[in-house]
């Protein structure tokens, strides 16, 4: 288990693989911790720097109290690079993940040198939809949205197919610090990253589930659009988690971007 204090928090990571090897680093979902990326990281090539970290209100990092913002989720990641003095990276961001490699990507150009924003947007649902959301965790606990939420997580053939792992993330979902889930989710209801990324340059996959309900596919793409030279790759059979549900496309199609880059 690997500690760090910073930024106020203690922040919950792994860093494997290869020491000396290029580093890739993987920003988890709402809701989830970095064991997101469990099923993906064996089939990736060998050699790389292997990073995942628990984002803020997550599973073992510090869940403080009150509202979150965008820019202390990007601070935390870029405190912890630091820390472990990584540069140049290609930075996985999954869902609020994505939104943070965004923001990372137009504040410290330094750490990323390319990304991935899968199931992620510029700007993901409205205010008012938000705010609603948190309501009803307030009132009800994250138990009271477990359903609608594992809906949108995993295609309906996944969870009739795959009992136990869906019980296994539900699980996951309802033990989320119910500070971390509102924090997070007050942080993604007032991000807006349009005018930044749009001017973004570098390097970019944009991966997409076809049956996600939380960020569909064609957000997910007009986000992509917005970075010039950007790639797009929908994955079918699969929504909000799709390196969960459909892990050898997804390892496939990162392998090719990190190769495309002269990152393996």
Known sequence: MQMIDLNGITVHYADQ????GAPVVFSNSLGTDFRLWDQLL?????G???????????????????????????????????????????????????????GLAAERMDLVRGMVLSNTAAKIGTTAMWQDRMA???????????????????????RREHPLTLAGWRHMLCRTPIKGYLGCSAAISETDLFDSTVRLTLPTLAIAGAEDGSTPPDLVRE??????????????????????EQPEEYAAILTTFLKEQGHV
């Open 17 to 20: 693989g290869d020491p000396n």
């Open 48 to 102: 790389l720097r292997l990073i995942r970290y628990d984002t803020r209100g997550h599973g073992l990092t510090s869940a403080p109290d009150g509202d979150y913002f965008m820019g202390d989720l990007v601070a935390d990641a870029a405190a912890l690079l630091d820390h472990l003095k990584v540069k140049n990276c290609i930075f996985v961001g999954l869902s609020i993940g994505g939104m943070i490699a965004q």
């Open 136 to 158: 009803d965790v307030r009132k009800g606990g994250i138990e009271a949205l477990e359903e609608a939420i594992l809906e949108r997580w995993f295609a309906a053939r996944f």
């Open 42 to 46: 064996p089939l990736l090539p060998k």
């Open 223 to 244: 986000t992509a659009d917005l970075i010039k030279g950007s790639r797009f790759h929908l994955i079918r059979g699969a929504a909000h988690l799709p390196c969960v």
